[in-house]
């Protein structure tokens, strides 16, 4: 069984509801920036973003516990 066809099992409507809690996720994690190490919002914030799909090449350059200048230093 391919994709398509478990997609085709589903109802019509889901599919749009699953595209517009993807996008609306997307949405969080562009727009608020991470928490700082430790925080008591840092596992939400990584469970908002992996439902955006910010996994592999798509991951965000600011997350959650690490620091935001990655350049080396002298």
Sequence with gaps: MDITA???LLPSNIGLIVAC???VC???TVTVRPPANGSRWG???R???TVAL?????T???QAGR???TRPRP
């Excluded at 910010?54 to 798509?58: L, Q, T």
């Design 21 to 23: 809690v993807i996008i």
């Design 54 to 58: 910010n996994i592999g090449w798509a």
């Design 67 to 69: 620091p935001t200048d």
């Design 47 to 49: 469970a908002i973003s």
């Design 6 to 8: 478990f997609l085709d």
């Design 60 to 62: 965000n350059r600011f």
């Design 43 to 45: 596992l939400l914030y």
């Design 26 to 28: 997307k949405l969080i």
